[in-house]
């Protein structure tokens, strides 16, 4: 029995996530949008991820939607309809639905046929508020990501408060809605009061 699953997504969402995923990665899988059946939309370049809940879950292993794709049904549209017919538990197509400004409906479809890495593991269950380094750039990127999917006056800012949690997987504060994922790195210490004498002229 083949059924066919509907799941409507804001182009604004689908414009956050594309500020997360990966470009040109070797690793092709990451270059989009992979839908888990769980119901979930993730992305990762694998320093930060950032995951929205679906309004529905399908049957099937899931799939991915390369951000070319997207990028072109951005174009003009309000709205993206994300269609997934399926057989069983096997994901038999899925097909990107844009609907535009103007109401004109138009189809987009070309999947990545590679197996998305289980994402749920360095989500992290809370976190400890040991110390950590993050990448500025990658607390940006979700802030602005954050600020693409709000709807909000344009003069209002987003802030991206991150928990800390040592070596391990920071989360971001954001929506119920929307999870947010920041990867530490590692700093060697410095001496900060040798560092301050000597700009300082006091050494």
């Known amino acids: 029995m083949t059924e066919s699953v509907s799941i409507s997504i804001p182009a604004r969402y689908i414009k956050g996530l594309l500020r997360v995923a990966a470009t040109d990665d070797f690793r092709t899988y990451l270059n989009g949008i992979y839908f888990d ?3 979930f939309a993730v992305v990762t370049d694998g320093h ?9 879950r399908f ?8 951000r070319e794709s997207f990028e072109e049904a951005l174009k003009n549209a309000n709205e993206l309809d994300v ?10 197509r899925a ?3 844009v609907i535009h400004h103007a109401g004109k409906r138009t189809t987009v479809y070309n ?63 954001t929506t ?5 994922i920041i990867m530490p790195y590692r700093a060697d210490p410095f001496d900060s009061e040798a560092h301050v004498k000597q700009f300082l002229g006091e050494t």
């Open 37 to 39: 059946p769980r119901g």
């Open 48 to 56: 930060h991820l950032l995951a929205i809940k679906l309004s529905k």
């Open 59 to 66: 049957p099937g292993d899931g799939f991915i939607v390369p």
């Open 83 to 92: 269609n997934i017919r399926a057989s069983d538990l096997i994901v038999t």
């Open 95 to 97: 097909s990107i639905t």
């Open 111 to 173: 999947d990545v046929e590679f197996k998305y890495p289980d994402w749920r593991r360095v989500v992290p269950a809370k976190c400890s508020g040991d110390l950590a380094h993050y990448n500025s750039l990658y607390v940006e990127n979700v802030r602005l990501a954050l600020e693409d999917m709000a709807e909000y006056e344009p003069d209002v800012i987003i802030h991206c408060p991150v928990n800390f949690n040592g070596l391990q997987a920071g989360i971001a504060k």
């Open 176 to 180: 119920s809605d929307v999870l947010a």
